[in-house]
């Protein structure tokens, strides 16, 4: 009979700063987010239910950042890097589509995609251009986690149409989930 133990966000986040003084840093961050994941509505019940589209930091330092994304119906992130830094992304509501991109003599290209569903755990390498879409009609919670600081200078971000690089704008992505909450809740939506 394996008891049950409640998701606690200072135990997470502990947890986590541990985890990366393992030798396996993204591997043994991994198991603690899995299990994490592995019960939702623990995490709903302390990070609570989703209820608009943004980057929240559950935690940041120069080592480790946290980030608990919640993503508006239909949104899409355009593609970026994460600056030299490994992430692992796992979902506790929800749907994530990633879209992989490698470079080429002409910018990017589309290189291969993912599914990650309700207690799916996703490992993004250091190198990874990625964009992420939720492909489903309501909102989806999902917690980040990266080897590093996520908001450190020299992350790159691709436009859209024309997969042109340019340095990330944090404003520019925020905007973006500005606008997903304005298309989901209307006039209703709240400042981030």
Known sequence: NREHKMFEKEQFIEDCRTA????SKPQAVREVLAKAISEPGDVIRTL??????GLHTVYRSPE???????????????PHNHNETWAEIG???GREDNIYWKRTENGIE???ASSLSEKQVLSLGKNIIHSVINPIGRLTGA??????DFFAEGRSEWDPETLTERPYDSERAQE???????RFFG???RPL
């Open 176 to 182: 973006l989930f500005r606008e997903a909450n304005r």
């Open 187 to 189: 006039d209703d939506a």
């Open 110 to 112: 589309a290189a291969g």
């Open 91 to 93: 979902i506790y509501t």
């Open 48 to 53: 609570g239910e989703p209820e608009e589209a």
């Open 20 to 23: 990366i003084q393992e030798s």
């Open 143 to 148: 917690l980040h986690i990266y080897g590093g």
């Open 64 to 78: 480790l950042t946290i980030l608990n994304v919640v993503w508006a119906p239909l949104m899409t992130l355009m």
